[in-house]
């Protein structure tokens, strides 16, 4: 079984700023990498497949990057409603990280 | 556009049964595999079970093989899971979820239901 473990578990960022979030994967799982966004109360939404293609409809300020199995989301100016939880998810066979919650500081 | 909804949870004691449903709109059911992911209170994302496409392949985590059972019916775009023998760490929002346009993997979502809570205590 792949496991999934993200970093750190809570991120304190002021808008405006810059957030990264990583995530580790056990074994390489071929970039085979999505990173999914979930506020309180609602259902997650899909950003990033394939590491690194947006999904649609997702603002550019989202970026993915990685290989093998360290992998990077980074949200470039963080806007108010980007606060929220950051899963990433090996797709190979839907193993996801313990999550992210990004704060505001 | 696209919707999916879910219904069927609710309060069951431990050792017993709940059928979820999960209704499908505004894309070709019948061409997209289907999964359902929980989220234990305050827990993070666990997929729970997928089918294809034409229901003839299923797929079960380890945590609920045996007990549960997946299942839809493409004349009538829907989608169940049935629950057998529950647990207490069975207790959970229960999402539905769309396989991604994107790829075809069964396991990357693009659409998600609004999430059902299942609790099961005594």
Known sequence: ?105 | EVQVVGSGGGLVQPGGSLRLSCAASGFTFSSYAMSWVRQAPGKGLEWVSAISDSGGSTYYADSVKGRFTISRDNSKNTLFLQMNSLRAEDTAVYYCAKRAEYSGSYYLFDYWGQGILVTVSS
Do not use: H
């Not at chain 1, 993200?6 to 700023?17: F, Y």
């Not at chain 1, 506020?39 to 690194?52: C, D, E, H, T, V």
């Open chain 1, 1 to 105: 079984e792949i496991v999934m473990t993200q970093s750190p578990a809570t991120l304190s960022v002021s808008p405006g700023e810059r957030a990264t979030l990583s995530c580790r994967a056990s074994q390489s799982v071929n970039n085979n990498i999505a990173w999914y966004q979930q506020k309180p109360g609602q259902a997650p939404r899909l950003l990033i497949y394939g590491a690194s293609t947006r999904a649609t409809g997702i603002p550019a300020r989202f970026s993915g990057s990685g290989s093998g199995t360290e992998f990077t989301l980074t949200i470039s100016s963080l806007q108010s409603e980007d606060f929220a939880v950051y899963y990433c998810q090996q797709y190979s066979k839907g193993t996801f990280g313990q999550g992210t919650k990004v704060e505001i500081k």
